[in-house]
């Protein structure tokens, strides 16, 4: 099996959305973002599969010593490679991805969420800066697109928590600020026994409004100038803005009802999404997640 083979297959087997906002992307750019994508997952795998720190560790630090072998052409494992690939094409840098192995530390540390800070922090290691290094393979030219990055990065992520919090809490690990927690009087045996009460909504709900306010806020960042290019972003936004729909209908309680979109309707999404933006930018016309 080639690198790119590997790669390949690691984001295909994932069942990731972002998958779906591959397919419309330029061989070389599809393979620079499947070689991005393949290094998330296998340092999100350390982190999420891994329980012993001691164990874990060493693992994080290997991502991290093969980073450096990336960027002085000496990798060794077929994801390094690809990456080593990629960053002679596009303008990968060193202290992004560096900076997702932060984000999985964290989560490896069990470092607790207490405050907004310390969540804004994870978030804009484990999705903020892939936000970023995305849109050096797509292409842009205005500075802002790196807000539109960012704040997209941001909401996605918001609606990961969201989506995932039943499933994360059974592992130990609460998102949400502990801050917020007292306020709402929910306490981390709450998170995993599935007490979805009004409190537990009304905590998740503000959650919600939050990532909704960083897809206006992408959107409202987006140049003109680069609207074409970072296009296979704004598919990303439209699936997991379907997600959030999901869970606003079922009022947030996943531990009854967990949320998956079954991969037709991502083609489906990403399609009529693509198609619409081919209209817009012809037409003039505002952009939109909803579909």
């Known amino acids: 099996m080639t690198p790119q083979e590997y790669c390949r297959d690691k984001t295909r087997g994932s069942g990731s959305s972002f998958f779906y906002a591959f397919l419309f992307l330029s061989d070389d750019q599809r393979r620079a973002m499947m070689a991005?994508?393949?290094f998330c997952r296998e340092v999100d795998d350390i982190a999420d599969e891994i329980k012993e720190q001691d164990v874990a560790l060493p693992k994080l630090a290997f991502?991290?010593?093969e980073?450096?072998?990336v960027f002085s052409d000496k990798p060794r494992h077929p994801v390094g490679r690809e990456l080593h690939w990629s960053k002679q094409h596009f303008a990968l840098d060193e202290e992004l991805l560096a900076e997702i192995i932060d984000g999985m530390l964290m989560d490896v540390?069990?470092?607790?969420?207490?405050k907004t800070s310390?969540?804004?922090?994870?978030?804009y290691r484990v999705a903020g800066v892939v936000g970023l290094l995305s849109i050096e393979v797509f292409g842009y030219t205005e500075r802002k697109s790196r807000d539109f990055a960012t704040s997209l990065g941001e909401a996605l992520q918001l609606t990961n928590i969201l989506r995932d919090v039943a499933e994360d809490a059974r592992i130990g690990r609460i998102y949400f600020p502990q801050a917020d927690r007292i306020r709402y009087r929910i306490s981390d045996q709450d998170f995993k026994d599935g007490t979805?009460?009004?409190?537990?909504?009304?905590?998740?709900?503000?959650?919600?409004d939050k990532a909704e306010a960083a897809y206006r806020q992408a959107l409202a960042y987006l140049p003109d100038e680069d609207r074409i290019s970072l296009?296979?972003?704004i598919v990303m936004g439209c699936i997991y803005y379907a997600y959030m729909k999901e869970l606003r209908a079922i009022n947030f309680d996943v531990w009854q009802h967990p949320i998956r979109i079954l991969p037709l309707r991502k083609i489906w999404i990403a399609w009529r999404s693509w198609r619409y933006e081919i209209k817009a930018c012809k037409k003039n016309l505002p952009l939109k997640l909803d579909f």
């Not at 540390?109 to 207490?114: E, S």
């Not at 310390?118 to 978030?123: A, F």
């Not at 979805?196 to 919600?208: G, I, W």
């Open 36 to 38: 991005l994508y393949a």
């Open 63 to 65: 991502w991290r010593e």
């Open 67 to 69: 980073l450096s072998r």
């Open 109 to 114: 540390m069990r470092k607790p969420i207490l």
């Open 118 to 123: 310390d969540l804004s922090l994870y978030i």
């Open 196 to 208: 979805c009460n009004a409190a537990m909504q009304q905590l998740l709900a503000e959650y919600a």
């Open 231 to 233: 296009r296979p972003s």
